[in-house]
Structures are given as structure tokens and as C-alpha cells.
């Protein structure tokens, strides 16, 4: 429960972060991704920083929502764990 409280916490920081990022940054800048665009896309500091930000969460909730095995469940009773 703890651990839970705790990273809540810590996601609520990177998003003040964020947010903060957003309200100072608010020039237009021209980002670029050579990878998958061929010309730069013209756009606000903050809404490329969140962009990133965004993609980075999502691939990082799906990278962890494929683990098995957690320690959640391991020992309850209903599993019928012998002693």
C-alpha cells in the first residue's frame, strides 16, 4: 500500500514538472524527428515536451502491464498454497 502511495506521489511531481515546463516555455519552436518526418513540425515548446513525455508514460505502462507474476496475490489463501 505504501509502495503504491509512494509512487503516486512520485508521478504527481513529474507531472507538476511537466506542467511547470509547459507554462514557461511557451515560444514556438521547430522539432524535428528525422526518423518518421520528413520536414520539421512547427509547434509549441511545451506541447513537444509533453508530446515526449506523453509517449514515454504510455510505452512504460505497457512495457510493465506485461509482467506476470507480481508479488500481488503470491501468497493468498485462495491459491491454495500447501504448508
Same mark, same amino acid.
Given at each position: 500500500?505504501?509502495?503504491?502511495?509512494?509512487?503516486?506521489? %512520485? +508521478?504527481?511531481?513529474?507531472?507538476?514538472?511537466?506542467?511547470?515546463? =509547459?507554462?514557461? /516555455?511557451?515560444?514556438?519552436?521547430?522539432?524535428?524527428?528525422?526518423?518518421?518526418?520528413?520536414?520539421?513540425?512547427?509547434?509549441?515548446?511545451?506541447?513537444?515536451? +509533453?508530446?515526449?513525455?506523453?509517449?514515454?508514460?504510455? %510505452? %512504460?505502462?505497457?512495457? /510493465?502491464? =506485461?509482467?506476470?507474476? %507480481?508479488?500481488? =496475490?503470491?501468497?493468498?489463501?485462495?491459491?491454495?498454497?500447501?504448508?
Amino acid at each position: 500500500m505504501a509502495s503504491i502511495i509512494f509512487r503516486t506521489f %512520485g +508521478f504527481l511531481l513529474i507531472l507538476f514538472v511537466v506542467v511547470y515546463i =509547459g507554462t514557461e /516555455n511557451t515560444q514556438t519552436i521547430d522539432f524535428r524527428f528525422s526518423l518518421l518526418l520528413d520536414k520539421p513540425v512547427r509547434t509549441s515548446a511545451a506541447l513537444a515536451y +509533453f508530446a515526449v513525455f506523453a509517449v514515454g508514460v504510455i %510505452g %512504460g505502462t505497457l512495457l /510493465n502491464a =506485461g509482467r506476470s507474476g %507480481g508479488s500481488a =496475490g503470491k501468497d493468498s489463501p485462495a491459491r491454495g498454497k500447501k504448508k
